[in-house]
């Protein structure tokens, strides 16, 4: 594994979001959703794609806090522009389970 400074790590924007609106990405080639993430005043709105679907159906994360990159450029996934990262863990099988907070926190809050 190799080792980063503490000055690289924080190059790396990571912030707590509320996911708005979420719909299935049926043109995806891996099964995905479409998340929209609000990210509070500062940074506001944006939209990603993942491939959770083997434990998330869109109408159960609208309300739900995820951690996401927010500062890579975005990127063109099919005909669907993701302007950030979400962030998740793989289950026993590989799936990704989404990581967040514990407790409600304000939108927009940077990870340390």
Do not use: C
């Not at 503490?6 to 299935?24: M, N, Q, S, W, Y």
């Not at 080639?29 to 083997?54: N, Y």
């Not at 863990?89 to 304000?106: F, K, M, N, Q």
Request: no cysteine; net charge negative.
């Amino acid at each position: 594994m190799a080792e980063i400074s503490f000055d690289d790590f924080l190059k790396v924007d990571i912030r707590v979001g509320t996911v708005t609106h979420a719909e299935p990405y049926p043109e995806a080639r891996k099964p995905a959703l479409k998340l929209w993430v609000d990210f509070g005043a500062e940074i506001g709105e944006r939209k990603t794609s993942a491939q959770i679907t083997a434990h998330y159906d869109p109408g159960v994360l609208i309300g739900k806090q995820v951690l996401a990159v927010v500062n890579f450029p975005p990127r063109q996934i099919g005909k669907f522009r993701s302007e950030v990262l979400v962030l998740g863990l793989p289950d026993a099988t590989g799936e990704i389970v989404l990581i967040g907070p514990d407790e409600r926190v304000p939108n927009g809050g940077r990870m340390h």
